[in-house]
């Protein structure tokens, strides 16, 4: 029972230290996570059909850590092909091959 209770707490406090914080929008040249990306749709990490998608790839994540689904980078601002009409997030994990991206803020473009 020591030992459950032990390995508990030490994850709890791993997870707790990996958490990544939610910020509100930020101007796109502010982005340092990473480069801004264009995503179909955001939510959180807590949403089922999100939950589910994480589980499939093996990723876990607390629930209030802002996912992007099906992104595509944006490489040029305001130029032809740098725009995004659905959701412009700058995000720090990008390396789930754009099916998913990890710990995004919203940017204003």
């Known amino acids: 029972m020591q030992f459950k209770l032990a390995t508990l707490t030490l994850a709890l ?8 914080t939610r910020r509100t929008g930020e101007p796109a040249g502010d982005c340092t996570t990473g480069p801004i990306q ?5 939510s959180t990490s807590a949403d089922p059909v999100t939950a ?3 589980g499939l790839l093996g990723i876990v994540l607390p629930a209030d850590v802002l996912v992007g689904l099906t992104c595509s980078p944006i490489t040029v ?4 092909g740098g725009e995004c009409s659905a959701s ?3 995000c720090s994990d ?3 091959g754009g099916l998913i991206s990890i710990g995004c ?3 204003s473009l």
Do not use: D, F, H
Not at 38 to 42: D, F, G, H, N, V
Not at 77 to 80: M, Q, R
């Open 38 to 42: 264009c995503c179909t749709s955001t």
């Open 13 to 20: 406090a791993t997870l707790a230290a990996a958490t990544p």
């Open 88 to 90: 412009p997030v700058c």
């Open 52 to 54: 589910a998608l994480l």
């Open 77 to 80: 601002i305001g130029v032809g």
């Open 105 to 107: 803020v919203p940017v």
């Open 94 to 96: 990008n390396s789930n």
